[in-house]
């Protein structure tokens, strides 16, 4: 079992930055591999980054790519993701969360992954 809890969510402008943060608990953490998810209103939740265990491999969807950064540190059994130049269209509730797969390339199906955070609001203004 692993809880997960999501920080760093909150309001911005369009240009502007943040980074969220996901904490877990439970077992070894190195053991999981990570993912963001996003949703926003009456759209279907979308995988925006995943990482593997280790952290030594990265997957982005195209829509954040080259302004978004997920990365891990284990000994701190966190994962987070830096968000720079946001825009409107990036405001969703962002969710991060873990599965066994994503040892050797991240996941990027969401049916792989097990364990969920409660999310965390992103809202970027024009």
């Known amino acids: 079992q692993v809880q997960l809890v999501e920080s760093g969510g909150g309001l911005v402008q369009a240009g502007g930055s943040l980074r969220l943060s996901c904490a877990a608990s439970?077992?070894?953490?190195?053991?999981?591999?990570m993912g963001w998810f996003r949703q926003a209103p009456g759209k279907e939740r979308e995988l925006v980054a995943a990482i593997t265990g280790s952290g030594g491999v990265t997957y982005y969807a195209d829509s954040v790519k080259g302004r978004f950064t997920i990365s891990r540190d284990n000994a701190k059994n966190t994962v987070y993701l830096q968000m720079n130049s946001l825009k409107p269209e990036d405001t969703a509730a962002y969710s991060c969360?873990?599965?066994?797969?994503?040892?050797?390339?991240?996941?990027?199906?969401?049916?792989?992954?097990?364990?969920w955070g409660q999310g965390t609001q992103v809202t970027v203004s024009s």
């Open positions: 969360a873990a599965t066994y797969s994503g040892t050797i390339y991240p996941a990027t199906t969401r049916s792989l992954y097990r364990y």
């Open positions: 439970g077992r070894t953490f190195s053991n999981y591999g």
